[in-house]
């Protein structure tokens, strides 16, 4: 036990008291490293906390719904080379079938906890009642889920402490799972109904509908990310004065000097987008109108000299903003891998926190799915948002005659309580007459 070490909450960007959801182990587990501990879910997103050495739990030193920040202890761990005696029970014949942890990645339990999971399947039901009480009753228990478990309940909105496990020692499965949601969609609960803080006194109850009154319907949990962002972005939408300008750019010959980039490009290079040149064209307009760089705190207005440029992505999840840092700093084959490559970590719900924080401005881009225009609400702290929708061509007039140009539709909200109208349009023109001549970008 001297050999005990404190495992403590690693480096998460700018979060501070981020409350604790999941407690994925308990006293005795034997963990490998980089094994999840525990989960954090911030307004942006959820942390998975792992412990960054093998070893023997001895303590867990938090509980769901405390708070922590960087250096926050979580439990003391006994590493695997003061350990080392431990295993040594797997090769002896009588403790041979207790290390199931082989399958689907489970942790391996204590010795002590080997003989309540006996051989045949039936006998294990009965100790199930640790897992069956809800946390609210007896907060204090266990819970046994496989991490592909655990990442499946989140996936689908759900805290595993609730569900109740019919697997052995009470372990909860996928159908577990998958019989927890289908019996919270069908149980006739009060319509949902946004929480009315301090913005919303004063306005009308959400109504209340029997929505299967009127025909078929189907609940569905909402996503993780919807849940997140959800709050934040109703408040952003509430408390900045929104306001949107419209512009276009002529980007015939930016497209056909991406299309010669491409073609000259290597196996192993980046292909680089419409969006790559906006990143850049973006970053220009930030230097020549430092407003838009900007935040507001209380009466002042924090202007930064770095450009940092958040990119929205689709996910199965939902929109997340990865963050390209220095972009002033980046030629645009660089930016357009390190998109690339931050798009796939987003899809495959691999970003890190870091990879998320720190953006200056944010660009919100449709691509090639439609739309002629949108007003994207803004991603607070920052002042404004960029939107794009698909370029299209149109008939545009040359002073002589109309010809075809490849027209890319470009919207920018802004917070009016930092900058107003006219820097606003100049602002935006700026971006389209950078976009519409990117040797302006060398200026």
Known sequence: MSAAIEIRVPDIGDFRDVPVVEIAVQPGDVLAADDTVIVLESDKATLDVPTP???????VLVAEGDRVSEGTPVLTLEPAEAAAPAPAPAPAPAPAPAPAPAQGGERARPAAAVPPAPVPAPTPAAPAEPATPPPATEPGRPVYASPSVRAYARALGVAVAEVGGTGPKGRITRADIEAHVKARMTARVPAAQPQAGPALAGLPDWPEV????FGPVERQPLGRIARISGPALARNALVIP?????????????????????????????????????VKAVVAALKAYPMFNASLDGGEVVLKRYWNIGVAADTPEGLVVPVVRAADSKGIREIAAEMAGLAAAARAGRLKPAEMQGATFTIS????????????????????ILGMTRAETQPLWDGAAFQPRLVQPLSLSWDHRVVDGVAAARFLAHVARTLGDFR????
């Open 53 to 59: 050495r093998a070893g023997r739990v001895v303590a």
């Open 210 to 213: 029997d929505f299967a009154k």
């Open 242 to 278: 929104h306001v949107c300008n419209f512009d276009k750019a002529d980007v015939t010959e930016l497209e056909s000097f991406r299309r010669t980039l491409n073609a000259e490009a290597g196996p192993d290079d980046a292909r680089i987008t419409m969006l790559a040149f906006a």
């Open 365 to 384: 881009s449709l691509g090639g799915i439609g739309g002629t225009g949108f007003t994207p609400i803004i991603n607070a702290p920052e002042v404004a």
């Open 440 to 443: 302006r970008i060398a200026v």
